[in-house]
Every structure is written in C-alpha cells, then in structure tokens.
C-alpha cells in the first residue's frame, strides 16, 4: 500500500535551517500536487505549501514566503520542504500529503492520504 513518509525534522536554533523530504513508499504512487501542512496542539492543521506534479507551479503560505522552498524530485518519488531563517512560530509537526486535484489547493479536505508527520521545533 502507498504511504507518504516525512523524514528531516528536528531541533533547530532561530535562524537556522532545516530540510525536510516526503518519500512515497511505492514507485507507482505519484500523485499530481502534494502539499505541506503543520500543526500545533489545540490548532487546526495549517497550509505551508504545495507544488504540482512537474513543478511547474508552486503555492506558499505568506508566513513563510522567502523561507520556504518547496521542490520535486520526481525520479525519486521525493518533494522536499527547504525551510531557512526559521523562527519560534515555525514550531509544528509538518506533514505532507497527496492532493486529490491536479491543480494546488490549501484546504486539508483536498488532500487524501498523509504521512505520519515530522516534528520541527525552533528554539530561541
């Protein structure tokens, strides 16, 4: 059965920089967006960002525009989160997830199946 998998997350100071991959547990599962979310206790799950099958087209959250990167390794089955200048407030549990649609969307509901999550904590 296809999974997503999230690896890359940790302890990072302010400032610093993380990268985090999504791997896809099967080769035949590619799907056309996915997407970034994270999450903090008592908060609903937020946008970060997405990108499409080719990568031809990229969304961000404005909280994190010009920290993020968001790319797509298709040969490997990998999207990555380049995450820079990191702040407190980027303190979550990231997860990737597949999108239902070809085209980006922000809404969780979009996106049908998720990966375990990776904890990325930003201290000051």
């Known amino acids: 059965q296809s999974q997503l998998v999230e690896s890359g997350g940790g302890l990072v100071q302010t400032g610093g920089s993380l990268r985090l991959s999504c791997a896809t547990s099967?080769?035949?599962?590619?799907?056309?967006?996915v997407g970034w979310f994270r999450q903090t206790p008592g908060k609903e799950r937020e946008f970060v960002a997405a990108?499409?099958?080719?990568?031809?087209?990229?969304r961000y959250a404005d909280s994190v525009k010009g920290r993020f990167t968001i790319s797509r390794d298709n040969a490997d089955d990998t999207v990555y989160l380049q995450m820079n200048s990191l702040k407190t407030e980027d303190t979550a549990v990231y997860y990737c997830a597949a999108g239902r649609y070809i085209y980006i969307t922000i809404t969780p509901t979009s996106y049908y199946k998720w990966g375990q999550g990776t904890q990325v904590t930003v201290s000051s």
């Open positions: 099967a080769r035949t599962f590619s799907p056309d967006t």
């Open positions: 990108i499409t099958r080719n990568g031809g087209r990229t």
